[in-house]
């Protein structure tokens, strides 16, 4: 009773973490209003998180190491917990998007170090059950957070989907306070490389901040852009030079040296883009341009939660018969397409039928990549090796949202500049149709008691929205186009991947790349 007691709190934490890197992304319009915020500066509210969780992800093994799992453990749930409370209590911008960032760093170890104790509470012939719970929990997380978040936002208002955080926090301290042990096996903690922490978090943080701010500042004729962007450019570099020097790196790059886990990373990389932006655009698509409200724009994403569970059972079951890792991430990322295409094809008269069965494609496609690209990482690995390369991919997946969302964010506003400078262009009191549009509107606020001059104003007014209006449509679906182009673009990388037994020298039987039973375990860094 003890044991599934805890196993349930646990999980519950992790998909708290999880359900949280989504549930802000049908608030954005909300915050944007009340907080007197650009949409731009609003996406900080994903990416810091995203950010935060990237620098953490890689180091949980160490901090459990150092501080004890028990105490590391609930430290961050009652950092996530205190940060969630202060989110709701924001008064700016900026004060939201700092507490956001601390609240990841706590939110690291709900996912990371939650798996390890799940997986411990299992026996060793029973780890199966335990990757199936943790790996349904990993999409029910991202997939409930818009539904849960838009019916908070609709019927209370958007601080309550931080504090909505706060009692399941405290019951989580309160428990795993008094069931929680330390692990039969505590490793012995390494001095801490804090260059590479340092370097890590100043070089992602430069980066980001330039992909953010870039488009807004005019790029590289604002100074401060030209500045972080060397700064990105040494610090990364050095990053990577000094994580290959030291004996006791943050990061392992060494594990790199597989060329099935440099590929599985760099399409991991991939498809944290197309996950994290997709889930960003769809709703900021159906609320700013549709009227969407927020309940409706979370329903969207339900029913693709439903396939994304089946999907994942159905691809651990043809892992373990024999299917190569490879034959199901391309299936995956062609579905994926396959909805970029379809959302990209929408209008403005476009309702909740028509978003259902392009995202059970995303939902399916994204579910049957997630573990094969997992079972692709460590298939060349060997067993001591396993847990670096995981935390390796589970960065690259966060790195890759948080990337995703900036680029897509510069994307949009290029793309609508363009396309509003068309649209204008073909506007011409020559043309009949324009001229009788706008004969129209101005009869139209005539008849509501305007005068002429001011009627005519206010018809130019409502030609420009709509100008406004299908240049944004327009951007979207050159945006979700750009995502597509991405997935298709990487699929060639796959021909690199080796497919055969493990090589020569390992033990008979370890990780082999087409059958592995735990398919699922190399999500979680544990």
Not at 250 to 261: D, F, G, Y
Request: with cysteine; proline share 5%.
């Amino acid at each position: 009773m003890r044991r599934t007691i805890l196993m349930i709190t646990v999980i519950a934490a992790a998909i708290m973490e999880l359900i949280d890197t989504s549930i802000v992304n049908v608030a954005l319009s909300y915050m944007s209003g009340n907080l007197g915020a650009t949409l731009e500066d609003t996406s900080w509210v994903i990416t810091a998180y995203a950010i935060a969780n990237v620098i953490i992800i890689p180091i949980t093994s160490f901090l459990a190491a150092q501080f004890g799992r028990r105490n590391y453990y609930i430290g961050s749930v009652i950092m996530f917990t205190v940060f969630s409370f202060l989110c709701g209590q924001a008064t700016s911008i900026w004060m939201l998007v700092a507490c956001r960032f601390f609240q990841g760093i706590g939110g690291g170890a709900l996912l990371s170090v939650s798996a390890a104790i799940v997986y411990e509470l299992f026996p060793k012939e029973k780890q199966n059950v335990a990757s199936a719970l943790f790996g349904i929990g990993i999409f029910v997380g991202p997939t409930i957070g818009p539904t849960l978040g838009g019916f908070i936002t609709e019927h209370y208002s958007w601080p309550w989907i931080f504090y909505i955080n706060v009692p399941i926090g405290l019951a989580v301290v309160l428990i795993c306070s008094r069931l929680l042990g330390e692990p039969p096996f505590r490793p012995t903690p390494g001095r801490i490389d804090w260059t590479g922490i340092s370097l890590l978090a100043i070089g992602v943080g430069s980066l980001q901040t330039v992909l953010e701010r870039g488009e807004t500042d005019d790029w590289f004729s604002a100074a401060y852009i030209v500045i972080l962007t060397v700064v990105a450019i040494l610090c990364l570099s050095f990053f990577i030079y000094w994580e290959l020097k030291i004996k006791s790196p943050v990061v392992n790059l060494r594990v790199l040296k597989s060329k099935n886990l440099s590929i599985a990373a760099l399409l991991t990389f991939v498809s944290g883009i197309g996950l994290f932006s997709s889930v960003y655009l769809t709703p900021v698509y159906a609320q700013r341009l549709l009227g969407f409200t927020p309940t409706q724009t979370g329903l969207l994403l339900l029913p693709g939660s439903l396939f994304a569970i089946a999907g994942l059972i159905l691809t651990a079951r043809l892992l373990q018969r024999g299917v190569p890792p490879v034959v199901m991430i391309t299936t995956g990322m062609l579905l994926f397409v396959l909805f970029t295409w379809q959302i990209a094809g929408l209008d403005l008269d476009a309702g909740n039928g028509d978003f259902y069965i392009p995202l059970i494609y995303r939902a399916i496609g994204i579910a049957i990549i997630t573990v094969p690209l997992s079972t692709l990482a460590v298939s060349g690995l060997e067993p001591k090796d396993i847990p670096q390369g995981t935390a390796l991919n589970n960065m690259m997946r966060q790195l890759g949202g948080s990337f995703g969302i900036a680029i897509i964010n510069t994307y949009l506003t290029r793309r609508n500049a363009i396309h509003r400078t068309d649209l204008v262009a073909h506007i011409t009191l020559s043309d009949p149709q324009v001229t009788d549009r706008l004969a129209g509107y101005t009869q139209y606020f005539i008849g509501k008691g305007a005068t002429a001059l001011d009627a005519r104003h206010q018809a130019l007014g409502l030609l420009d929205a709509g100008v406004v209006r299908q240049s944004n449509a327009l951007s979207f679906g050159d945006a979700y186009l750009l995502l597509g182009a991405i997935f298709l673009g990487s699929l060639p990388f796959l021909l690199l991947a080796r497919q055969g037994r493990p090589q020569a020298g390992r033990p008979k039987g370890h990780h082999r790349p087409r059958q592995m039973p735990k398919a699922s375990v190399p999500l979680l860094d544990h």
